[in-house]
């Protein structure tokens, strides 16, 4: 035991978790900048949330992964059943269905679920044996996958549910699919298309015609990011000092310290400040892949490629939206943006990740 002790503390991915830390620290700075009117409360919050996410890191960094996928299918099953609950009995906000209020705090179990759907993927197809993946084992994994989804889009949050096929496409890419197949999914995609455009709201649609016409509706649903875009422009190369932003700071921009965080800190600490974020995204996802490439099995190596490519997705959406290039659709930027289901669930994720690190060597 204390051999393994040694090695487990040897091992630690000190780097990758410095890389979270030096995210987290923008997040609490543009936090604070936001927030500072409203008294100590939110960063207050912030704060609790951060350190609440390190106790989980190190919870899911402790103990051997292999266990915690031995149990994959369990915890994904009681995450569904989570999920369904939310459906019923969850409170609605800004048109989603997906909170559940506990203690006085609000908990969005579609974000928590996503550890359970990676799970269920990486012991599924961490035991598959064959070079590619047949019809049977797809229609097996599209059912594993589709649930949970397909409940998250019932609650109303899209945003969330697309968040989850990064999970679906770095594990089936690791896991083998035959190009017959690849191009056969790109076709049903295709055809589908026109069903998945009539199938959203009104709103929803609105949000994308706002990227490919940002002049439509500026004063309505082109809003918000028409006023991001102004923000990032105007911090110029090095900004205009912590809460001096006057777009961000005279509430042109909502949501400035959830979804729309990264306009706040290009506005305040300027293209260096925003770079440095993107960079330091850049090698948090070059370390994980790293840790991939290092794994001792399969599983380990989807485990690790998943929170990569969950990472990435969530990063590309939330920058692209506030760049006017992709839809607004409320995705957090990890690590970076407030609030507490997102911020617990990545650093989870990063824990999973220091674990398949740490135990790289089989013992």
């Not at 097996?140 to 589709?146: C, D, Q, R």
């Not at 490629?305 to 290039?325: E, P, Q, S």
């Not at 607004?328 to 970076?336: D, E, M, N, T």
Request: charged letters at 10%; glycine letters at 12%.
């Amino acid at each position: 035991m204390a051999l393994i002790s040694r090695r487990f503390f040897y091992d630690f991915d000190y780097v990758l978790l410095a890389i979270v830390l030096a995210l987290t620290s923008f997040g609490i700075l543009g936090v604070y900048s936001a927030t500072w009117e409203a008294g100590p409360g939110p960063l207050r919050g912030h704060l609790l949330r951060v350190a609440l996410g390190l106790v989980l890191c190190l919870f899911f960094s402790l103990f051997d992964y292999r266990r915690l996928t031995d149990h994959a299918l369990p915890i994904y099953l009681g995450a569904v059943a989570v999920l369904v609950a939310t459906l019923f009995f969850g409170t609605e906000i800004k048109g989603s269905r997906s909170w559940i209020q506990f203690a006085g705090f609000g908990l969005q179990p579609s974000e928590m679920a996503k550890l359970a759907v990676l799970l269920v993927l990486a012991k599924f197809l961490g035991e598959v044996r064959e070079s590619y993946l047949g019809m049977r084992t797809l229609v097996l994994l599209g059912g594993l996958f589709g649930l949970p989804v397909l409940l998250i889009i019932l609650q109303g949050d899209m945003g969330t549910a697309l968040m989850y096929f990064s999970l679906l496409g770095a594990t089936l890419f690791l896991a083998g699919l035959k190009m017959r197949i690849v191009v056969a999914m790109v076709l049903a995609a295709s055809l589908l298309a026109p069903i998945g455009w009539f199938s959203l709201q009104d709103y929803q649609r609105e949000r994308i015609m706002v990227t490919f016409n940002p002049d439509h509706d500026p004063q309505g649903v082109g809003y918000q990011v028409r006023q991001s875009k102004i923000a990032i422009g105007s911090g110029g190369l090095t900004g205009k000092g912590l809460g001096k932003g006057l777009q961000s700071q005279l509430g042109f921009v909502p949501e400035v310290h959830t979804d729309f965080i990264f306009a706040l800190l290009a506005e305040e600490v300027g293209f260096l400040g925003g770079g440095t974020i993107l960079i330091l995204f850049g090698l948090l996802l070059l370390r994980i892949l790293s840790v991939a490439g290092e794994a001792a099995d399969r599983t380990g190596i989807l485990l690790a490629a998943g929170v990569a490519a969950l990472i990435f997705l969530h990063m590309l959406t939330n920058v692209g939206m506030t760049l006017g290039i992709l839809p607004a659709i409320g995705v957090p930027l990890p690590f970076v943006s407030y609030g507490g289901s997102s911020t617990l669930t990545m650093f989870a994720a990063v824990g999973m990740v220091i674990n398949v690190r740490t135990r790289r060597f089989l013992y």
